[in-house]
């Protein structure tokens, strides 16, 4: 009932607009885009830039669906994982990071407000993403992950038929993420003398929420032919 | 659209795939903060209470005329008490009906002693005994120290004309006040009972005429005395521990404890010596507690109740314990060259540490004299 009256209002709203031809039904659309990642504060991930690609095919004016790739060369926070190694009757106190190699990728749909020149729109996907962590400080490959989702809102600017900029953020959704899985430290070196002299890292969580802000260039390789064909059949 | 804003729109998205890349190799280990300078603490078992009681025995009636029966009690190991006393009993103990025992308070004649201990110049030690003070028809007191000596004669006479071997056992119970009527069901950590022990002649002058006597010597035991060997409990000083010093901070974690009797708690202390070695200062960590992140959980009471998980009543030991102190100021353990896990009294001073070392170690001379 409640996605009836959405559809209903946004029908609604949207039957004035002229659309332009980069949002025609059947056109399919490439953004690559690049921005910034701050991840979950509980997740031990530094924040990083990210680049990323989407894909999509309009149903629709005002909707569309597709894939999206997003990857990111983010470091684990190193004080979140303390290690101490002892050397004779001194023990020295480290915090360890690590660079990780995060891909997400991901089914999404997008709900947009077509407009002569700004086109507000809507994110929604479900994917899987994966953390692999660094074999030379695991000593061996080791990777992480789990299913992800993202929400996110933008808007696009249109500077011609074929392309557009466009500004979002987007929360990326981790589930099953495991913290300890970024811990390179071995249970033997882990601080146990001093551990209240180390802020304690924030409660691990299963799920974590990781924004990223970006911007994209949207590029509709048909748009061209479409807008041609249109002024011609008039 | 045009030429240009495609070559613009694919300019900016290689720029930004560049700046996402991070070509340099991620530094992966960055200290944090000072090192800890650690050090060993080993078992120890110094100045634990311990002592004999000897039972004299006349040979002959002649010897008897000048020579009564007697049992000298003498103690040492005992911290000075501030709050109860050491209060010193006879006791009867049927074997066959242990649970009914019969105490008389073991008045006598105490005195206390105290050796002083000086070197020669080659480094020779030279005691000396000082009689520091003696008490006749006592049962009680509470003096104690690292160099203190207790003795207690009990006889006849002392006793209003009961043979002291009428009694088989002797205890020493820890008492709020002298006086009590019977001793404490807690804490009662010193006992000897008359089996057993070591037998030699005694043989005194007096006079023109020489007396002789049969001692038997048997060694206290200290720990949680019971009506019977099987129910009693001996105290060993146990235990292996690790310190260490960080910046102001100074962490001692041991294990594998043994309980401490009833009336007793483990201490942490650290020791500054002067240029002769005599202690001249301690600095205080407390009663131990459980380790983090339990360092609330004191140990004080882990003689009578199991006050934590690290606490065990079979066996009966404390798996693990910790001490820790912050201390303000620049290098403020230097000097401090002893650590000292002591097991404390509960009747004696908080602030004095007690004589009776369990575990102990050296902080490092990085720290204590660089």
């Known amino acids: 009932m409640r996605i009836r009256t959405a559809l209903l209002v946004t029908s609604a709203l949207a039957l004035p607009m002229t659309v332009s031809a980069q949002w025609a039904t059947q056109q399919f659309s490439v953004t690559p885009r690049g921005g910034f990642m701050t991840f979950d504060n509980s997740s031990g991930i530094d924040d990083a830039p990210y680049i990323g690609v989407d894909a999509a095919y309009a149903v629709s004016p005002f909707f569309s669906v597709g894939t999206g790739l997003t990857v990111s060369r983010p470091q684990t926070i190193g004080d979140y994982f303390i290690s101490q190694l002892t050397f004779g009757d001194t023990t020295l106190y480290l915090a360890v990071e690590q660079p990780l190699m995060m891909i997400d990728v991901a089914l999404n749909a997008q709900a947009r407000y077509p407009g002569e020149r700004i086109t507000p729109f809507l994110n929604a996907g479900i994917g899987y993403y994966t953390l692999d962590l660094d074999p030379q400080v695991e000593t061996r490959p080791e990777r992480s992950g789990g299913i992800s989702g993202n929400i996110g809102a933008g808007l696009l600017f249109r500077l011609g038929e074929q392309v557009g900029i466009q500004l979002e953020v987007r929360d990326v959704i981790f589930t099953g993420f495991e913290r300890d899985d970024l811990n390179p430290v071995a249970a033997a070196f882990n601080n146990t003398r001093y551990p209240e002299d180390f802020a304690p890292p924030p409660a691990a969580k299963e799920t974590v929420h990781n924004i990223l802000f970006g911007i994209g260039f949207s590029f509709v390789p048909r748009a061209r032919q479409v807008a041609d064909a249109g002024e011609e059949d008039r | ?370």
């Open chain 2, 1 to 370: 659209m045009s030429a240009r804003s495609l070559r613009i729109a694919a300019g900016l998205i290689v720029v930004g795939a560049l700046g996402a890349c991070e070509f340099d190799r991620a530094t992966v280990l960055s200290p944090l903060g000072d090192p800890s300078y650690d050090f060993a603490l080993t078992s120890d078992g110094r100045g634990l209470p311990r002592g004999t009681v000897a039972r004299v025995e006349p040979l002959t009636d002649a010897d008897a005329a000048v020579f009564d029966t007697t049992y000298e009690v003498a103690l040492t190991g005992l911290e000075p008490l501030t709050a109860g006393v050491y209060q010193v009993w006879l006791g009867t103990i049927d074997p066959d009906n242990p649970a009914e025992p019969s105490w008389t308070p073991a008045e006598g004649e105490l005195t206390i002693t105290r050796v002083d201990t000086t070197f020669t110049p080659e480094g020779d030690p030279i005691p000396d005994t000082v009689e520091v003070s003696v008490t006749s028809d006592v049962s009680a007191f509470t003096e104690g120290g690292p160099a203190i000596h207790a003795h207690l004669v009990i006889d006849r006479a002392s006793l209003g004309g009961v043979s002291p071997f009428d009694f088989n056992t002797v205890l020493v119970s820890l008492e709020a006040a002298s006086g009590a009527a019977q001793p404490s069901t807690d804490a009662r950590p010193i006992w000897s009972r008359a089996t057993g022990g070591t037998g030699s002649t005694r043989i005194s002058v007096s006079g023109v005429d020489t007396m002789f006597a049969t001692v038997t010597t048997t060694q206290t035991v200290f720990g949680n005395f019971g009506l019977t060997t099987a129910e009693e409990y001996r105290f060993t000083a146990t235990g292996r521990g690790r310190g260490g010093i960080r910046g102001n901070i100074m962490i001692v974690d041991d294990s594998a404890l043994a309980r401490p009797p009833v009336g007793y708690y483990y201490a942490t202390w650290v020791v500054r010596r002067d240029d002769i070695g005599t202690p001249i200062d301690t600095l205080v960590l407390g009663e131990q507690t459980a380790p983090f992140p339990d360092r609330s959980v004191s140990l004080r009471d882990a003689d009578i109740s199991l006050v934590h998980p690290v606490v065990l009543d079979f066996p009966m030991s404390i798996l693990a314990a910790s001490s820790r102190i912050e201390v303000s100021g620049a290098s403020p353990f230097l000097g401090y060259e002893d650590v000292w896990v002591t097991l404390e009294n509960k009747l004696g001073e908080e602030g004095t540490a007690a004589p009776s070392i369990v575990l102990s170690g050296v902080v490092p001379e990085i720290i204590s004299a660089p």
